[in-house]
């Protein structure tokens, strides 16, 4: 809760307790801290940092981590803050929670991490592991009885589908049909201010 009241918004980190009265944001939408209320005008460059913190906090990664998707996604055709934010949506753990088999991305890492998630059938425990189209995303039986992976398939079904990944609770299956496009992410993200940070 701190993480989002020092970035601004609300990112989603402890799942379904966001949407609650209970979520510091709503109750205090301010920085945390003495001087949080204090009102200042952000230069451009710490609205750049800001929201390359904030990113980089939503989805939980380590700042060489991060830099080294932006890195890969400038080295890619087309534009490069797409890039990075479609790389980002592929990461393993992001397409567990995705899937609605975790209630955050939290969760879907310590999934990812414990084995409890094949990609085609095989054990991968790597959170950063990025998925192609074509891939498909499962959870075993053994794992799917547990009970914090039957709390997110019950809160699932409030989820708008997505477009680029097709999920069958029943199986505990998820297949990548696309690659997400700008519009599947519903984030408020401005990708150009991290381009921008990052090619000065």
Known sequence: CRICRREGDKLYLKGTRCNTEKCAFSRRGYAPGQHGQARRKPTPYCQQLREKQKIRRMYGMLESQFHLFFERAAAKKGVTGENLLRMLECRLDNVAFRAGFAVSRTDARQLVRHGHVNVNGRRVDIPSFVVKVGDIVEIPPKSAARKRVQEAIASASARPPLQWLQCD???MKASVVSLPGRADID????ESAVV????K
């Open 169 to 171: 609770h029943q199986t």
């Open 187 to 190: 984030q408020n993200i401005n």
């Open 196 to 199: 921008e940070l990052y090619s």
